[in-house]
C-alpha cells in the first residue's frame, strides 16, 4: 500500500525564465494516464499566515484527506505545500519556485489577488491551477486556471434574490472591501438587487488591514437600511459586523462566501448570531459520497469540513481524475482538466465553464448558536 507523501518545505530560488524552460520542456511528456504504483506530484499554495487562516488550513485538510485516499488505492500522491502568506508577490515567487520541483499542478492558489499573480505564469509554463477560494475573474480563466469555489454572481445572484424576495428588503446598504474579490461580489450583488427593483441606499468601502468601522455603521443607520450586506474576508468581516452588532444594527447581515468561515464564528463570536451566508457546501446533505467524505474529515481532524475543506478536497480528486485521463504531464493533466464534465464531487457535480468555473446550486446557511445551520437548499 501506498501513502501519500505531504511535505512543508522552502525550494530554492530560481529565475523564472529557467523554471518556465523545465517545465515547457516536461510537459509535452505526458505519457498514459496515472497508474497504481505510479506517482504524481501537485504544489499546494495557501495562505496559511493571513487574514484566512481557517479557510487554509480547512482546504489543505481537504487536499491532504484526498491525496491520502489515492494513496491508499495504489498510486503515490505528492503535496508540496507552501505559504504565500496572502501576498500576491509571494504566490509568484513560490509558483516559480514550485514549478522547479516537476509538478504536474498545483491546488491554490485561495484569494483572488494571490491566484491572478500566478495566472500569468501558469499559462506560459502550461501548467494547471485550480484555485479552492478564488471567486471573481481570473486571468486564463478555463485555459490554466479553474476553480472549485463559487464565482462571484452565482452567489451574489442567490444572495439578493433571498434578500429581497423572501426576506422582502427593501432598502440595502453595502460595505465592501475596495479589493478585486470584494468588488466584484458586491457589484453583482448590487447589479441583482436593482434587477429586482429594490434599492441600494449606501456603498461603502475599506481597505485590507483596516481595524476600524463605526463610520460605516454609522452610515448603515442614516441610511435606514432593512438589510446589510458585507462582502471580504473574515478578518475585517468579524470586526464590521460586531460594530454594526455594538451600534444597533438589528437589521438582517448578508455575507459573501468567505465569511462562511469557522474564523467569522471565533471573532464575531455572539455578534455573527443570525448572520446569512452562501454555503458552497452542505456537510448534512444526505448524498452518500458528501456523508462519506464528512466522516472520514471528522474521523482524521475531528471536526466537520467546511466548504474550503470540500473544495481543497474537490480540487485534488479532479486533478487525479485528469491525470488518470490525460496523463501525468502538465500540459496532457491541464487538457484533460479543460474537457471536464459531470465530475461528481463532495460540493456538487463539476462541469467546468470556458471560464474554468463551476456551475452548481447555492445553498444559503444562517449562524445559530455558534454553528452554520442550512435555511434555504
Same mark, same amino acid.
Given at each position: 500500500?501506498?501513502?501519500?507523501?505531504?511535505?512543508?518545505?522552502?525550494?530554492?530560488?530560481?529565475?523564472?525564465? +529557467?523554471?518556465?524552460?523545465?517545465?515547457?520542456?516536461?510537459?509535452?511528456?505526458?505519457?498514459?494516464?496515472?497508474?497504481?504504483?505510479?506517482?504524481?506530484? =501537485?504544489?499546494?499554495? +495557501? /495562505?496559511?499566515?493571513?487574514?484566512? /487562516?481557517?479557510?487554509?488550513?480547512?482546504?489543505?485538510?481537504?487536499?491532504?484527506?484526498? #491525496?491520502?485516499?489515492?494513496?491508499?488505492?495504489? #498510486?503515490?500522491?505528492?503535496?508540496? @505545500?507552501?505559504?504565500?502568506?496572502?501576498?500576491?508577490?509571494?504566490?509568484?515567487?513560490? =509558483?516559480?519556485?514550485?514549478?522547479?520541483?516537476?509538478?504536474?499542478?498545483?491546488?491554490?492558489?485561495? *484569494?483572488?489577488?494571490?491566484?491572478?499573480?500566478?495566472? /500569468?505564469?501558469?499559462?506560459?509554463?502550461?501548467?494547471?491551477?485550480?484555485?479552492?477560494?478564488?471567486? !471573481?475573474?481570473?486571468?486564463?480563466?478555463?485555459?490554466?486556471?479553474?476553480?472549485?469555489?463559487?464565482?462571484?454572481?452565482?452567489?451574489?445572484?442567490?444572495? #439578493?434574490?433571498?434578500?429581497?424576495? *423572501?426576506?422582502?428588503?427593501?432598502?440595502?446598504?453595502?460595505?465592501?472591501?475596495?479589493?478585486?474579490?470584494?468588488?466584484?461580489?458586491?457589484? #453583482?450583488?448590487?447589479?441583482?438587487?436593482?434587477?429586482?427593483?429594490?434599492?441600494?441606499?449606501? *456603498?461603502?468601502?475599506?481597505?485590507?488591514?483596516?481595524?476600524?468601522?463605526?463610520?460605516?455603521?454609522?452610515?448603515?443607520?442614516?441610511?435606514?437600511?432593512?438589510?446589510? =450586506?458585507?462582502?471580504?474576508?473574515?478578518?475585517?468581516?468579524?470586526?464590521?459586523?460586531?460594530?454594526?452588532?455594538?451600534?444597533?444594527?438589528?437589521?438582517?447581515?448578508?455575507?459573501?462566501?468567505?465569511?462562511?468561515?469557522?474564523?467569522?464564528?471565533?471573532?464575531?463570536?455572539?455578534?455573527?448570531?443570525? @448572520?446569512?451566508?452562501?454555503?458552497?457546501?452542505?456537510?448534512?446533505?444526505?448524498?452518500?459520497?458528501?456523508?462519506?467524505?464528512?466522516?472520514?474529515?471528522?474521523?482524521?481532524?475531528?471536526?466537520?469540513?467546511?466548504?474550503?475543506?470540500?473544495?481543497?478536497?474537490?480540487? @485534488?480528486?479532479?486533478?487525479?481524475?485528469?491525470?488518470?485521463?490525460?496523463?501525468?504531464?502538465?500540459?496532457?493533466?491541464?487538457?484533460?482538466?479543460?474537457?471536464?464534465?459531470?465530475?461528481?464531487?463532495?460540493?456538487?457535480?463539476?462541469? =467546468?465553464?470556458?471560464?474554468?468555473?463551476?456551475?452548481?446550486?447555492?445553498?444559503?446557511?444562517?449562524?445559530?448558536? !455558534?454553528?452554520?445551520?442550512i435555511v434555504r437548499r
Amino acid at each position: 500500500m501506498r501513502r501519500a507523501v505531504i511535505r512543508m518545505r522552502d525550494v530554492r530560488r530560481c529565475a523564472i525564465g +529557467l523554471v518556465l524552460a523545465a517545465v515547457v520542456a516536461a510537459a509535452g511528456c505526458g505519457g498514459p494516464g496515472l497508474r497504481a504504483q505510479e506517482a504524481v506530484t =501537485f504544489g499546494v499554495i +495557501l /495562505p496559511f499566515t493571513s487574514g484566512v /487562516p481557517g479557510a487554509a488550513r480547512a482546504a489543505h485538510q481537504g487536499a491532504r484527506l484526498a #491525496a491520502e485516499e489515492t494513496g491508499s488505492g495504489g #498510486a503515490t500522491v505528492t503535496l508540496i @505545500v507552501e505559504d504565500d502568506r496572502g501576498s500576491p508577490d509571494e504566490a509568484a515567487r513560490i =509558483f516559480s519556485r514550485i514549478l522547479e520541483r516537476r509538478v504536474a499542478a498545483v491546488v491554490g492558489p485561495l *484569494t483572488d489577488l494571490t491566484a491572478s499573480a500566478v495566472a /500569468p505564469i501558469a499559462e506560459r509554463a502550461k501548467v494547471a491551477v485550480v484555485s479552492p477560494g478564488a471567486t !471573481g475573474t481570473i486571468p486564463y480563466g478555463g485555459s490554466s486556471v479553474f476553480r472549485t469555489s463559487l464565482p462571484a454572481q452565482a452567489q451574489a445572484r442567490v444572495l #439578493a434574490e433571498y434578500l429581497v424576495q *423572501t426576506r422582502r428588503a427593501r432598502r440595502i446598504s453595502v460595505i465592501h472591501e475596495g479589493n478585486d474579490y470584494g468588488t466584484l461580489v458586491a457589484m #453583482a450583488f448590487v447589479a441583482r438587487v436593482r434587477e429586482l427593483h429594490a434599492e441600494v441606499v449606501g *456603498t461603502r468601502l475599506y481597505r485590507d488591514g483596516d481595524t476600524e468601522f463605526t463610520r460605516h455603521a454609522s452610515g448603515v443607520i442614516a441610511d435606514g437600511a432593512d438589510a446589510v =450586506f458585507v462582502a471580504g474576508y473574515p478578518d475585517e468581516g468579524a470586526r464590521i459586523i460586531a460594530t454594526l452588532r455594538e451600534r444597533g444594527v438589528r437589521t438582517p447581515i448578508v455575507g459573501s462566501d468567505a465569511l462562511y468561515s469557522a474564523d467569522l464564528l471565533e471573532w464575531a463570536k455572539d455578534s455573527a448570531e443570525g @448572520v446569512l451566508l452562501p454555503a458552497a457546501f452542505v456537510p448534512s446533505e444526505p448524498i452518500p459520497a458528501v456523508q462519506d467524505f464528512v466522516g472520514k474529515y471528522r474521523r482524521k481532524y475531528s471536526e466537520t469540513p467546511d466548504h474550503f475543506a470540500a473544495q481543497g478536497y474537490d480540487a @485534488v480528486k479532479v486533478l487525479l481524475f485528469a491525470a488518470k485521463r490525460g496523463g501525468r504531464g502538465p500540459a496532457a493533466l491541464r487538457s484533460a482538466l479543460q474537457g471536464l464534465r459531470r465530475f461528481p464531487g463532495v460540493t456538487g457535480e463539476i462541469t =467546468f465553464d470556458r471560464f474554468g468555473a463551476p456551475d452548481r446550486p447555492v445553498a444559503i446557511a444562517r449562524v445559530r448558536a !455558534g454553528t452554520f445551520e442550512i435555511v434555504r437548499r
